[in-house]
């Protein structure tokens, strides 16, 4: 596989599972990154431009309904429209950028899968025009309501998506803290056995899924939204190798057949990371820290340049402010900022350097 190129821009279908096993094969996984509008997105192309890596971007409900504007009336309609609008400026651009990027939608509970229905329909008629869907892959997490419910859903929305090309991320078991509303800070805990998933349940969704369609699973080890104080959280990676075992000795695969996925990823142990990747995590989640990186580089800025934020015009020496002022000053201090994360965060993933379209330039230019 170590010849496998990929043209840059969005992948999906069978180029998004050459792209996951090129990072199962070599042992890294890529940033899973949620972003709430072009600066986000653009901040997060060109990480993973400089860093070489191919990289996931993400939205949630929220970050999809601030892409339309808070300021539109009908929210399940900028809930829909903004997380298409968003897919629309990635396709346009992220070629230019020579990279693969994955596009994806993070959580969507019960009360939310109408908006991944409509997202789906959307999809269909891109693949239409263009033979290729909008979004390389949706999250379905249905963790706190019965399997049953949680693996019949999937198997409907997964029907529609297959044909298309698409992926369907499940969760079983619970990330402990909230990601935009879904979930709840309640279940951090140590001990708390809802933060393991049992890989009986892992069997069990690769036995109904995987003949209908392509699914990677979020499985729960202990991890956690957010970043909280040191204790709270132990991660315990071996429960994702007891599911990997499970399901290779049950049906006879290779190793690592189920595509894990990695939630919470802000804040987490490196060593814990590193240890994650050994079975067959090939994506993790960052939120919390790029959120913070992005805050705390404006927050910096203003406070070194006090006076331009509140006078357009010095009123002692009579200096006019707005080359400061100017918001591509302090959103492009947020945006480096979380570059500068993401260059962290393809260290500790492995993915520095190993972009698959990158091989192709490589190879063109050889
Ligand atoms: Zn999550």
């Given at each position: 596989?170590?010849?496998?190129i990929?043209?840059?821009g969005?992948?999906?279908?069978?180029?998004?599972?050459?792209?996951?096993?090129?990072?199962?094969?070599?042992?890294?996984a890529?940033?899973?990154?949620?972003?709430v509008?072009?600066?986000?997105?653009?901040?997060?192309?060109?990480?993973?431009?400089?860093?070489?890596?191919?990289?996931?971007?993400?939205?949630?409900?929220?970050?999809?309904?601030?892409?339309?504007?808070?300021?539109?009336?009908?929210?399940?309609?900028?809930?829909?429209?903004?997380?298409?609008?968003?897919?629309?400026?990635?396709?346009?651009?992220?070629?230019?950028?020579?990279?693969?990027?994955?596009?994806?939608?993070?959580?969507?509970?019960?009360?939310?899968?109408?908006?991944?229905?409509?997202?789906?329909?959307?999809?269909?008629?891109?693949?239409?025009?263009?033979?290729?869907?909008?979004?390389?892959?949706?999250?379905?997490?249905?963790?706190?309501?019965?399997?049953?419910?949680?693996l019949?859903?999937?198997?409907?929305?997964?029907?529609?998506?297959?044909?298309?090309?698409?992926?369907?991320?499940?969760?079983?078991?619970?990330t402990?803290?909230?990601?935009?509303?879904?979930?709840?800070?309640?279940?951090?805990?140590?001990?708390?056995p809802?933060?393991?998933?049992?890989?009986?349940?892992?069997?069990?969704?690769?036995?109904?899924?995987?003949?209908?369609?392509?699914?990677?699973?979020?499985?729960?080890f202990?991890?956690?939204?957010?970043?909280?104080?040191?204790?709270?959280?132990?991660?315990?990676?071996?429960?994702?190798k007891?599911?990997?075992?499970?399901?290779?000795?049950t049906?006879n695969?290779?190793?690592?057949?189920?595509?894990?996925?990695?939630?919470?990823?802000?804040?987490?142990?490196?060593?814990?990371?590193?240890?994650?990747?050994?079975?067959?995590?090939?994506?993790?989640?960052?939120?919390?820290?790029?959120?913070?990186?992005?805050?705390?580089?404006?927050?910096?800025?203003?406070?070194?340049?006090?006076?331009?934020?509140?006078?357009?015009?010095?009123?002692?020496?009579?200096?006019?402010?707005?080359?400061?002022?100017?918001?591509?000053?302090?959103?492009?201090?947020?945006?480096?900022?979380?570059?500068?994360?993401?260059?962290?965060?393809?260290?500790?993933?492995?993915?520095?350097?190993?972009?698959?379209?990158?091989?192709?330039?490589?190879?063109?230019?050889?």
């Amino acid at each position: 596989m170590s010849n496998t190129i990929l043209e840059a821009g969005v992948v999906t279908g069978d180029n998004y599972k050459i792209l996951l096993e090129a990072c199962k094969d070599g042992g890294y996984a890529l940033p899973a990154v949620n972003v709430v509008g072009t600066d986000s997105i653009n901040a997060v192309m060109e990480a993973a431009a400089k860093n070489k890596s191919d990289i996931i971007i993400q939205l949630s409900n929220g970050g999809g309904q601030f892409y339309a504007g808070a300021g539109m009336p009908d929210s399940f309609e900028a809930k829909v429209l903004g997380t298409v609008s968003a897919a629309q400026h990635v396709h346009l651009l992220a070629k230019h950028y020579g990279i693969c990027v994955v596009l994806h939608t993070d959580h969507a509970n019960k009360e939310l899968i109408p908006w991944v229905e409509a997202l789906i329909t959307h999809s269909e008629r891109h693949f239409e025009c263009t033979g290729v869907p909008l979004y390389s892959s949706h999250m379905l997490d249905l963790s706190a309501d019965d399997i049953d419910f949680n693996l019949s859903e999937s198997a409907r929305l997964l029907k529609r998506m297959a044909p298309l090309g698409m992926s369907l991320e499940i969760e079983l078991g619970v990330t402990g803290g909230e990601e935009d509303g879904v979930g709840s800070d309640d279940d951090i805990g140590a001990d708390n056995p809802l933060l393991y998933t049992q890989p009986e349940d892992c069997l069990r969704a690769y036995e109904e899924l995987s003949p209908i369609g392509h699914f990677t699973l979020a499985a729960s080890f202990g991890n956690v939204h957010g970043v909280y104080k040191p204790g709270n959280v132990k991660l315990r990676p071996e429960i994702l190798k007891a599911s990997q075992e499970l399901v290779q000795k049950t049906h006879n695969t290779g190793v690592n057949p189920l595509d894990l996925v990695f939630h919470g990823g802000s804040g987490s142990d490196k060593a814990k990371i590193e240890e994650s990747l050994l079975y067959g995590v090939f994506k993790m989640n960052i939120d919390t820290d790029t959120q913070f990186a992005f805050a705390k580089a404006v927050g910096e800025y203003v406070e070194n340049n006090s006076k331009a934020f509140k006078h357009q015009i010095d009123p002692d020496d009579g200096t006019p402010y707005k080359k400061l002022y100017d918001p591509r000053k302090f959103l492009r201090a947020g945006e480096l900022s979380v570059v500068a994360r993401l260059d962290e965060a393809c260290r500790d993933l492995g993915s520095t350097g190993k972009s698959l379209a990158l091989k192709k330039s490589e190879e063109l230019a050889a």
